[in-house]
């Protein structure tokens, strides 16, 4: 991969075997809790209090988790401001004003209560790899407690796994939740917590097997002499559902089942992916969330290709929160439109649709492949033949 001038070759580390290699989640604990601690408080242990702390028996045991969510990690439609298109870089969990919050594993405080950059308080922890001291050489990994109505610790402070953090409070639209975040700091910036290092916090978090998605091909599009838009679906059940969907996309094959290699599966000279026939959201989210920050200023991203779109006053999610000139509820950038449908606690199944451009398949093309991939692992496959006799090629003059 080429060398960037602010290190955008790290992407690789955040992968999708789509397009780019998968992330496992390695480096991490393997024996993390969930922030509500299977939702203790709700049926507390006999004689137990918030101060005790999270049980360590209930670290790593996906039994104790807290779901259901009310919003995953990547596309949603945001209801509180009338179902707007929103990349989302945690997952929500709805829960009654003052419940307990613990820490996932042990770490540092760096935020503790308000936060200029947050519109209410907060606790932000740092964590150290498996077996290290320091977050050099291949970076650290925070996790963010967001909308506390109160909090328990102070900057600085060392926090022991599933100690007290605070108490939830309410988003400024009143709903009552905790919003959870994994942030993954790449080691060429190894302290790094910004948002474009948001992983999938289901990626760390024990959880158990989850209902694997349903693939199909909703339609199909001529763009000119050798390419082709699809249109596919995705169903997955819930609760079973973890809601773990990392990426989804499509992949090309000629008549003797060899992949139609699709240009913008590639990185450009700049580490950038353009126009690729996948989404893979952290690797998105990485490439085109901009960073305004000493190391990394705004007026450093002129390199991204879709520079031009690039507001005169900074904002960071000026790409990953685009919508579609169609609909407010969909999202349109870089070759492929987004369109999630809402989600709520008490959904029975996550839907969305997906459109993507392959630039480069006719007239070899034999064979598509649709494919999900899932925080925990695992990939769905879907493959659909013949899908240039379901639409008119183009005619030569």
């Not at 602010?6 to 690789?12: D, F, K, M, S, T």
């Not at 003052?98 to 947050?118: K, Q």
């Not at 992949?251 to 026939?277: K, M, T």
């Given at each position: ?250 992949r090309a094959f000629d008549a003797l089942g060899n992949e139609i ?26 490439e085109f969330t901009h960073k305004d920050s000493g190391q990394l ?101």
């Amino acid at each position: 991969m080429p060398q960037l001038p602010y290190g955008l070759r790290a992407v690789v580390l955040l992968g999708l075997s789509l397009c780019f290699p998968i992330v496992q989640a390695v480096g991490f604990d393997d024996q993390v809790i969930w922030p509500l601690c299977g939702r203790i408080a709700a049926e507390p242990p006999a004689a137990w209090q918030a101060q005790d702390g999270c049980p360590l028996d209930r670290a790593g045991d996906p039994s104790f988790s807290d779901v259901p969510l009310s919003s995953t990690y990547g596309p949603r439609q945001k209801a509180s401001e009338n179902f707007r298109y929103d990349f989302h870089r945690g997952i929500d969990i709805p829960t009654p004003y003052g419940t307990p919050v613990f820490a996932l594993t042990a770490g540092e405080v760096r935020i503790a209560g308000l936060n200029p950059e947050y519109a209410d308080a907060l606790v932000q922890l740092r964590h150290w790899r498996p077996g290290m001291t320091s977050c050099q050489p291949t970076g650290c990994y925070s996790s963010s407690y967001h909308h506390l109505s109160s909090v328990a610790v102070q900057v600085g402070q060392q926090v022991s796994k599933g100690q007290l953090l605070g108490f939830t409070g309410a988003s400024q639209s009143g709903f009552e939740h905790l919003h959870f975040e994994i942030r993954n700091a790449p080691g060429f910036d190894p302290y790094s917590a910004w948002q474009r290092d948001a992983i999938h916090p289901l990626r760390v978090l024990p959880q158990n097997p989850s209902a694997l998605p349903r693939l199909r091909i909703l339609n199909t599009e001529l763009t000119g002499p050798v390419g082709l838009r699809v249109t596919l679906g995705l169903e997955q059940d819930l609760p079973a559902g973890g809601l773990g969907l990392v990426a989804l996309g499509i992949r090309a094959f000629d008549a003797l089942g060899n992949e139609i290699e699709q240009p913008g599966n590639q990185p450009d000279a700049q580490g950038y992916h353009v126009q690729p026939s996948g989404f893979h959201f952290e690797q998105a989210n990485f490439e085109f969330t901009h960073k305004d920050s000493g190391q990394l200023p705004w007026e450093s991203f002129s390199n991204c290709p879709y520079h031009d779109a690039h507001p005169p006053l900074y904002d960071p999610h000026v790409h990953m929160d685009r919508p579609a000139v169609t609909s407010a509820s969909a999202h349109a950038f870089n070759g492929y439109e987004i369109y999630p449908a809402p989600l709520s606690a008490h959904s029975s199944s996550y839907q969305l649709e997906a459109t993507f451009a392959l630039n480069n398949v006719i007239p070899g093309l034999s064979c598509v492949q649709l494919q999900a991939e899932m925080a925990n692992g695992q990939t769905v496959f879907q493959r659909e033949c013949g899908l240039l006799d379901r639409v008119q090629l183009p005619v030569n003059p």
